[in-house]
């Protein structure tokens, strides 16, 4: 990373880092400012002595944080054969950036830089504001320490940055985002990944915004156990569809602007049919493809396919059903709908139990062994508040009941024993019995 301090370099390593790890490259960020505390800490060093330009011992301090930094890359390198590892640091002279280029490229790993340049000061300000409320910074300072010291940190740093240009470093790949995503310049774009952050870089969206999703409600099938297929709802089912109309009026603050996405398939479709809102039918929001089991109770695969059935307890997040798909397959396909929702506010998502699994773990950052076993229950809106640094997640229950859908590892029966929807973090709130 390449910027002054409040241009959104730790949001954007964060994204970046939640993206690829969601999408199974190994990628690890490595935050400059933490060895830089390390250090202060055992040279009982003073924060406001650190960015002082005539404080030799500060300088001491940068460039020892940094060696710091780029040793552990470095080693992290060494026990990974491929993956990507962020720097997420100012680095804003052309001689550091040469010699991270130099140093890594003798360990054989490739550099992309990612310069955030803003000169906004409004998105600057607004930076400072989300950095006071979510980075592990400032969460515990008030809002004038934080402009505050920012503003310090900006005026020593602003002293002596060297924006990246291809005059200068043209023989560098780099990517430069202007005023957080109004613009963006790249120069050497030579790989597929490199490509992919490129991509996903232009559609990240740094405004506070809520993403909301929803299983379909109960449909026939779920009624007897069985998976796939292409059912209507059960009539618990349509009175979810019939309730949903109301939580979005009640719980959507701009449902007059909503956007309603659904799979192709029947049951999300009937859950949508009384929303009055513009709505989008995606392929890729498709239940996983159970291939040969499709139409199937739980227990009749472990009775027809006993060693599939242990299979895909074993490892779920691999396991590919014959002639379907597997978790990994799921995520490959919703590709697209995370760019879109990255780019998009106001969404409402009606789709199916495995899908809004992965969803969930792109913006929950939940590990791929787990989230495959996460409890997404029916009759249930979720509410994503995507913040700067974080997602908060509402859960509004219709209380609608309907059957569980969820099987523990190790049984081919329905139901849950645990409490797996801890998993699901966050606030809870009912709107009555019904
Ligand atoms: O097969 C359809 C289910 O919704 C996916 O659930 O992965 O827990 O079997 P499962």
Redesign the pocket.
Known sequence: MVGLPARGKSFISQKIRRYLSWLSVPTESFTQSSFRKKRAESLKFMDDELFDPLNEKGKKLRLLSHQDCMGAILNWFSNHQSGVAIYDGANITRDIRKKIKETLSSSDVQTLFLESYCDDESKVRANIQDINQTSPDYMDKTVEYTLADLKKKIRFYDSFYEPMNVEYEGDCTFIKVLNLSSEILINRIESYLQSRIVYYVMNLHVKPRYIWLSRHGESQYNLEGK??GDADLSERGWKYARRLKDMAEKYIPNHGSLHVWTSTLTRTQQTASFLPYPKKTWKALD??D?GSCDGLTYEEIAERFPEDFKARDDN?FEYRYPGGESYRDVITRLEPIIMELENQENVLVIT???VLRCIYAYFMNVHQEES?WMSIPLHTLIRLEIRAYDTLVTRIKADIPAVS???EKGTSKLGETRDNSKILAGDVISTGKS
């Open positions: 998976i796939g239940e996983l159970a779920k199916h139990q495995a495959p859908t969820y099987k």
